[in-house]
């Protein structure tokens, strides 16, 4: 089972240990059922690809891999460094998600 994962596509995260620490990019891709994300730029390999439609020369192809979830932290809004995500009721009865170091609500 999956847990619910706090993160999503669009969001900015830093790698907080592993081979790219300090590392920071874009949640290209997320994949719930594997607690894993694709970040963009972070955990690149080369891979050998064949010609394709999408790739008419085929080569050697920098492609992004899945990092662990719990490998990266969002990034506050406010001041840029790593923060933990907690969620808040608004009165219009909307559940928005906030960053724990400086409050502000997460887009």
Request: a positive charge; hydrophobic letters at 35%; proline letters at 6%.
């Amino acid at each position: 089972m999956s847990a619910k994962l706090k993160i999503k596509k669009g969001d900015r995260v830093v790698v907080i240990t592993g081979r790219d620490k300090g590392k920071q990019g874009e949640v290209l891709k997320v994949l719930p059922q594997e607690s894993r994300l694709i970040v963009q730029g972070v955990n690149v390999a080369k891979r050998h690809t064949r010609p394709s439609a999408a790739n008419p020369s085929g080569g050697i192809v920098d492609k992004e891999l899945p990092i662990h979830v719990s490998n990266v932290a969002h990034l506050d809004p406010k001041s840029g460094q790593p923060t933990r995500v907690g969620f808040k009721v608004l009165e219009g009865g909307r559940k928005v998600r906030v960053a724990r170091r400086s409050g502000e609500t997460i887009d």
